[in-house]
């Protein structure tokens, strides 16, 4: 897959606060469903998989990848479906149960803050906030088209009965609400039992491979991007490699069966830390975790994140990172492609 270039815009101009990030409360076919109906979803790069024609998309511009989140209250599920791309969670906030299998019964995983799970395509999976508090999951679906989902049988049951009807296509059709399916259109049908059985789970072994916990992610000192630290203070760990990386990495802990298309790193500055100013060859968006971020342009245009703030640095934008405050400055980063280039001083 090739760099894809994207248009060179002001840093503030890509950059989605957290405090701005708009909501569709009703995405999805089981967004009425008891026990669904109170999740937030968000479309912050590229179209994502919504069934709502009126989701709004932050930043519609392609990135070779999709960025968006998830917020759900403490006992919010997400109900089980499943994706012809890679889906990928870090938990920003709360605490959260991933579970497998077309009724959830398969098997699960418990993640919290800074954990990261990709799950494999074509297989069920759902989520629900466990925590006490309110819950938000930063998502990475591959490719510019994700596609549509595949709901397990037991969601269409759910959703007739509280008056959502999905489309052949991916189109949500509230009827409750006076909505009426479109003259020709067809419903779109569960899967039957052949298709349910080829979206099987995997076993455990591959499935213990899917997650990169946050407190066994290593430090790269092979990383390319240490040569441009101020001082010191910057470190890079991997989260998702599919393979070995032109930028000095190895294949891990993520590797995948499955595409990706795209690299996660956990990147760290200490406080006072700076990464001097330089231009990379792929799409890179930045996702603040922990702890204050200023990223500065070229042109001096200068923007401070906060946590859970989203940048889209575009391809050849020369950018410096810098910490200024007495705390960790902890970003996600995506990178596109397989394997990221050494980022070039600038």
Avoid at 111 to 122: A, E, F, H, R, Y
Avoid at 139 to 149: E, F, M, S, T
Avoid at 150 to 167: K, R
Avoid at 275 to 292: C, D, K, P, Y
């Amino acid at each position: 897959m090739g760099a894809v270039r994207l248009s060179q815009s002001t840093l503030s101009s890509r950059l989605v606060r957290y405090a701005d990030l708009k909501p569709c409360l009703n995405a999805f076919v089981d967004t009425r469903t008891p026990g669904s109906d109170k999740k937030e979803n968000f479309t912050i790069v590229g179209p994502g998989v919504s069934e709502n024609p009126d989701q709004h998309v932050h930043l519609p511009e392609p990135h070779g990848f999709n960025i968006g989140g998830a917020r759900q209250p403490p006992g919010c599920l997400n109900s089980q479906h499943s994706h012809n791309t890679a889906e990928v969670f870090v938990v920003h906030t709360g605490q959260w149960r991933f579970l497998y299998g077309v009724n959830a019964d398969d098997a699960y995983v418990d993640l919290g803050p800074g954990d990261t799970i990709s799950i494999p395509t074509k297989m069920f999976r759902g989520f629900e906030n466990t925590g006490d508090t309110t819950g938000f999951l930063f998502a990475v679906l591959g490719g510019d088209d994700p596609g549509k989902v595949t709901w397990a049988p037991s969601v269409f049951e759910l959703a007739e009965q509280y008056g959502l009807v999905l489309l052949e296509g991916g189109r949500l059709v509230d009827v409750a609400a006076g909505d009426e399916v479109p003259a020709g259109a067809n419903r779109q049908q569960p899967p039957n039992e052949a298709e349910v059985a080829a979206l099987k789970t995997p076993d455990a072994a591959d499935l213990a491979g899917c997650v990169a916990f946050e407190n066994s992610l290593s430090e790269n000192s092979s990383s390319s991007l240490l040569p441009l630290a101020v001082n010191g203070g910057v470190s890079e760990a991997a989260v998702i490699t599919p393979t070995a990386t032109q930028d000095g990495f190895e294949a891990g802990p993520i590797k995948g069966w499955w595409a990706h298309d795209f690299n996660v790193r956990r990147v760290t500055l200490q406080p006072n830390a700076q990464i001097s100013s330089h231009t990379r060859e792929e799409a890179e968006v930045v996702f603040l975790q922990s702890g204050a971020l200023t990223v500065t342009a070229a042109d001096g245009e200068q923007i401070d994140m906060v946590p859970g703030d989203t940048l889209s640095l575009p391809v050849g934008m020369a950018r410096s990172w810098s910490n200024a405050s007495s705390t960790p400055a902890v970003a996600f980063v995506v990178r596109g492609g397989d394997s990221p280039k050494p980022p070039v001083a600038a």
